[in-house]
């Protein structure tokens, strides 16, 4: 089984262009758990299957380190986009991704003859609750309290194809995201669970954030979770509509365009290939 590895941001994927799916294994839950492990394995916060679509250039499957599914990746989409044009396999500077989160349009961006980095239009964030899913009254979360072991923290719930719950604080630095990260995942309020961000305001163009992946844990970047951290900095009337977030693994410009769709720009890299093999027991 061929893959390529690939990060953007340091948010590192195994990528494999699986077609048809012809090949895979039946239990791909355990097939990501066992190539993402970093000590016995590739190491990935996730496995990603490109697939044909009927309705895109291409379908993207996105498993997570614990074998969980995720709708959507904003790292994983733009390190597939920029895969399938420089491989050939789907060379026009526009591409058409199917996901669990809808189509994305993932856009390639050239300097000098080379892709400097990818634009991708996320969509229309999803503010309502049952959106998010979050339960709870009817309504938008923006700011809302929610205890956490015994602490408060303001909350501000955003979708972005897969749920996103924002904390803007002080000082990230100062943040016990391995602690504070996996009780807020599985925190009741989220039937689907949530991926986590912690925000810390430096200007109204410029954050900085930290961020626990629902699936994977505490990684370097998350790009559907810097666009949550846009939407909701904006929403408490912290960041203007155009903001660059800064993350452990480097920094993502995103937009929130007046048309409602929000778009990032970011780079990603692919950094070997290889062949994996899947042994069976007899």
């Known amino acids: 089984?061929?893959?390529?590895?690939?990060?953007?941001?340091?948010?590192?994927?195994?990528?494999?262009?699986a077609g048809t799916g012809e090949g895979l294994p039946d239990d791909c839950s355990t097939l990501a758990r066992e190539m993402c492990d970093r000590r016995f394995g590739i190491g990935a916060d996730g496995l990603v299957l490109l697939l044909d679509?009927?309705?895109?250039?291409?379908r993207m499957k996105i498993i997570n380190s614990d074998g969980s599914e995720a709708e959507m990746c904003g790292n994983a989409i733009r390190c597939v986009a920029k895969y399938l044009?420089?491989?050939?396999?789907?060379?026009?500077?526009?591409?058409?991704?199917?996901?669990?989160?809808?189509?994305?349009?993932?856009?390639?961006?050239?300097?000098?003859?080379?892709v400097s980095a990818v634009r991708v239009d996320m969509g229309v964030p999803r503010l309502a609750r049952a959106d998010i899913p979050m339960l709870g009254?009817?309504?938008?979360?923006?700011?809302?309290?929610?205890?956490?072991?015994?602490?408060?923290?303001?909350?501000?719930?955003?979708?972005?194809?897969?749920?996103?719950?924002?904390i803007f604080v002080p000082d990230v630095a100062a943040v016990p995201l391995s602690e504070i990260g996996p009780l807020l995942e599985t925190h009741p309020s989220f039937p689907r669970k949530t991926n986590v961000e912690f925000v810390q305001t430096v200007s109204p163009g410029e954050v900085r954030m930290v961020v626990w992946e629902r699936g994977a844990g505490p990684t370097l970047a998350c790009g559907t979770g810097a666009c949550a951290v846009a939407v909701a900095g904006v929403l408490n009337g912290y960041t203007e509509k155009k903001v660059t977030v800064h993350l452990p693994g480097g920094s993502l410009f995103i937009e929130w365009a007046d048309n409602g769709r929000v778009f990032?720009?970011?780079?990603?890299?692919?950094?070997?290939?290889?062949?994996?093999t899947v042994y069976k027991q007899p």
């Open 1 to 17: 089984m061929f893959f390529t590895k690939v990060h953007g941001l340091g948010n590192d994927f195994i990528l494999i262009n």
């Open 137 to 166: 009254p009817v309504g938008q979360v923006i700011n809302e309290p929610l205890e956490v072991a015994g602490q408060t923290f303001n909350v501000t719930a955003v979708s972005m194809g897969n749920p996103h719950c924002v």
């Open 264 to 276: 990032m720009t970011g780079p990603a890299e692919e950094v070997f290939n290889g062949e994996y």
């Open 85 to 114: 044009y420089e491989h050939g396999i789907v060379r026009k500077d526009e591409i058409k991704v199917e996901t669990l989160a809808g189509i994305m349009v993932p856009q390639i961006i050239h300097n000098n003859g080379e």
């Open 53 to 58: 679509s009927e309705v895109a250039d291409v």
